[in-house]
């Protein structure tokens, strides 16, 4: 850790009335949450992307549930 490094720590955690251990550890723990929630975004956003691809490419063939939903819909919104 270099001299300007420690002086920048020493002066957050004063000014946050902490100890530097338990500063340091505050902000690895917090960057560790968003490192993770982050990726856990991004896992679900391409688990999503490739589910709604396969949706286009292989759609689920219409059944009578999906037939009297629209019937529904049509008859509720005059459409």
């Keep these: 850790m270099t001299v300007e490094q420690k002086r920048l720590?020493?002066?957050a955690a004063a000014l946050q009335g902490r100890t530097?251990?338990?500063?340091?550890?505050?902000?690895v723990q917090?960057?560790?949450?968003r490192t993770i929630e982050e990726h856990q975004r991004?896992?679900?956003s391409v688990?999503?992307?490739e589910a709604f691809v396969e949706a286009l490419l292989n759609p689920?063939?219409?059944?009578?549930?999906?037939r009297d939903t629209v019937r529904r819909y049509r008859?509720?919104?005059?459409v």
Excluded: C, W
């Design 9 to 11: 720590i020493d002066r």
């Design 20 to 27: 530097i251990t338990d500063f340091v550890l505050t902000s």
């Design 30 to 33: 917090d960057a560790a949450r």
């Design 42 to 44: 991004l896992e679900l």
């Design 47 to 49: 688990r999503d992307s």
């Design 60 to 66: 689920r063939p219409v059944d009578d549930r999906l």
């Design 75 to 78: 008859a509720a919104t005059g």
